[in-house]
């Protein structure tokens, strides 16, 4: 909504300007009229058009330098007032300063060329020495407020810019801090189900077990399953707690996984899969090559899970884990028997396995699937190597 009242600021400006002007009057310090027949109380009206062209410096630059122009030529015919060339000067610097961008750029360059145009003019008249002083007054009346509203405009500009390049940089850090926290919160949910849903899965199995047969043989070491994984759940999880602790220091590197720990993984799964009827098998066809951390890490964590979920859900049979790899990528396979539809999972299953698998695998730009085919279910995942591996 554009504003009706002056600003106060030109308020003051205004009612300085007309109070000096009319102390002046009184005291008779106007020049005489410059055209004759014209009377000095003249210069009280143009003074009083010039306060009014002031309170219009803010809201409409250029309207009030329009009035003030011929204010000032009615002034100077009929007996100068100090104030209301300065006033003058005042609508001239407003009309830069708040005025639209094009005046901005050529006001200035109008007032060269008046000030120019008038000396020659006041030459060709006069033809006295005295009218390159008149010239002089003259640029000093409108080049040297507009450049002065030039550079303070400059200023002016630069701190806005200034201003919004620091919001935006405060926004972008923000956005960012949001992200990496969003990030983390993901990483942090995927560690704990990848360290913790194993051993879980193998206490819920082995639990089912205990309280379905009645052995005390078979019971027993269904108990003894259920403590050790316990204690390694409850370790994993003091060691995960530990690493957040000191998340802040950098000298302390946490351990990972690598894929030559797969042999000690698939002992774990044959020891929860105990008495399921699964078989587990590893087909390493890595080679010497040394791979990055993060992709071996990945590539750990998907046979982790893949191995989970055949514990819970596959039917009795084999379960194959095979890597291989070229120049450009580590791929990840892993099939168990398809289960039967009719059965229920020997333990029970919320997908967030499958969703963690996928987005380790997306986060280094790779290919995951997984789903039934040919009456097995298969996991593939396709873990590009970097330069850094090679």
């Known amino acids: ?48 058009v010039m ?8 809201r409409k630059p ?58 020659l003019l006041f030459v060709a008249i006069v033809r006295r020495p005295e009218a390159v002083l008149l010239g002089l007054a003259l640029a000093v009346v409108t080049i040297a407020p507009a450049w002065t509203g030039v550079g303070v405009r400059r200023h002016r500009d630069a701190a806005e810019a200034a201003r919004l390049a620091a919001e ?38 082995h639990s089912t077990a205990a309280l379905s047969i009645n052995e005390e043989r078979a019971s027993r070491e269904a108990l003894g399953v259920i403590r050790e994984n316990s204690v390694q759940g409850l370790a994993e999880m003091r060691r995960l707690i530990g690493l957040l602790r000191r998340a802040g220091d950098a000298d302390e590197p946490a351990p990972t996984p690598t894929l030559d720990g797969l042999d000690a993984l698939l002992d774990q799964a ?8 699964l078989r587990f098998a590893l087909h390493d ?38 890597l291989t790899c070229d120049d450009r990528a ?23 396995g499958l969703i963690g698998m996928r987005e380790r695998v997306a986060l280094l730009g790779g290919e995951f699937a997984a789903g039934p085919e040919g009456g097995q279910w298969h996991v593939r995942a396709v873990l590009p190597v970097d330069e850094e591996g090679k």
């Open 285 to 322: 066809g890595r080679g010497p090559r040394t791979l990055p951390a993060p992709v071996e890490l990945a590539a750990y964590r998907v046979v982790q899970e893949s191995l989970t979920n055949a514990a819970k859900h596959a039917a009795p049979g084999a379960v194959t884990v095979e």
């Open 62 to 119: 250029l309207a009030g330098l329009a009035v003030g122009v011929p204010a000032l030529a009615l002034d100077l015919c009929s007996g100068n007032l100090v104030t209301t060339t300065v006033m003058f000067t005042d609508l001239v610097y407003a009309a830069v300063l708040y005025g639209p961008p094009a005046a901005y750029r050529l006001l200035p360059r109008a007032c060269e060329v008046l000030s120019v145009a008038g000396t």
């Open 270 to 277: 044959r020891t929860t899969a105990h008495g399921s009827g």
């Open 168 to 205: 935006r940089t405060v926004l972008l850090a923000e956005m960012d801090r949001r992200q990496a926290v969003g990030a983390e919160r993901a990483r942090m949910a995927r560690e704990l189900h990848d360290l913790v849903a194993g051993h879980l899965s193998a206490i819920a199995i």
């Open 330 to 352: 580590l791929t990840v396979r892993v099939t168990s028997p398809l289960g039967d539809g009719d059965r229920s999972p020997r333990a029970p299953g919320s997908h967030a």
């Open 1 to 48: 909504m554009p504003r009706l009242l002056p600003h106060r600021d030109d308020l003051l400006i205004a009612a300085a300007g007309l109070t000096g002007g009319l102390a002046l009057y009184a005291l008779g310090l106007a020049s005489r009229p410059v055209t004759a027949g014209l009377p000095q109380r003249l210069a009280l009206l143009s003074l009083a």
């Open 51 to 58: 306060a009014g062209a002031e309170l219009l410096r803010r």
